[in-house]
């Protein structure tokens, strides 16, 4: 009875220390951890920067926000202010982005690998939506959508695939987002599967798209902007 106790014992001990050891803490420790852009030490993140050294210009940027930018090939631009950007969102777990639409233009399909999307229409209407992951048929990945107007609000959820497009032929659209990352990765979907470098083998995405080969090597032929910047 007694060597049963202590094993019991051991194992809710080793499992505590198991958990201590892969557990995250849910928000900083400190007031800040401005980013140490120039130290050789690489961390998930990056390293602070010495507390005694931070000027209000870790936390600043003259980004302009305010202003219009010139869409691409897809008929947008998504202008990310990040970690990369302002030093101090380091480890605050937040991120910025304005998203200009030219007419009939979108935002095309992609995931935030590390975050949570929150948008918020400025200017304009867009129609967006995101799809769920694989489910049991008959639910199956299930499409949720919505038009959007000037002030509407819709959030998407972190690693979801989603996308934003102005239906208006006439009129831009311009949007701004907030993320629940301080790098919150954008993976646009066909870019990564057709403009991958190197090329994912025509044989495994024909299989996959149950297509031509010859469909493959178009769509890998073709030039995959990528819209942020």
């Not at 897809?74 to 970690?83: D, E, K, P, R």
């Not at 935030?112 to 048929?137: C, D, K, M």
């Not at 311009?174 to 090329?199: E, M, Y």
Request: proline share 8%; net charge negative.
């Amino acid at each position: 009875m007694a060597s049963s106790s202590s094993f019991l014992l051991l194992a809710a001990l080793l499992a505590l220390v198991s958990w201590q050891a892969t557990a995250s803490d849910p928000s900083p420790l400190q007031d800040f951890c401005v980013a140490d852009m120039n130290s050789p030490v690489r961390v998930n993140g990056f390293v602070c920067k010495n507390p005694m050294e931070v000027n209000a210009d870790d936390f600043f940027k003259a980004a302009n926000l305010d202003k219009p930018r010139m869409p691409n090939k897809v008929g947008s631009n998504v202008t990310l202010i990040n970690v990369m950007q302002i030093a101090g969102l380091n480890t605050l777990g937040i991120s910025i982005a304005r998203i200009d639409y030219a007419p009939m233009g979108q935002n095309p399909p992609h995931t935030h690998p590390r975050a949570t999307e929150i948008l918020t229409v400025l200017e304009g209407t867009l129609y967006v939506g995101f799809v769920t992951s694989n489910q049991p048929a008959p639910n199956k990945n299930k499409f949720l959508s919505k038009v959007l107007n000037k002030g509407d609000v819709f959030v998407f959820p972190v690693g979801l695939i989603h996308f934003q497009f102005n239906p208006n032929p006439h009129q831009p659209a311009v949007a701004i987002a907030a993320l629940s990352s301080q790098n919150p990765g954008a993976i646009t979907i066909a870019n990564a599967v057709f403009g991958s470098d190197p090329p994912i083998s025509d044989d495994v995405l024909a299989k996959a798209f149950q297509v031509e080969k010859n469909t493959i090597d178009y769509l890998q032929a073709q030039f995959w902007e990528n819209n942020h910047y």
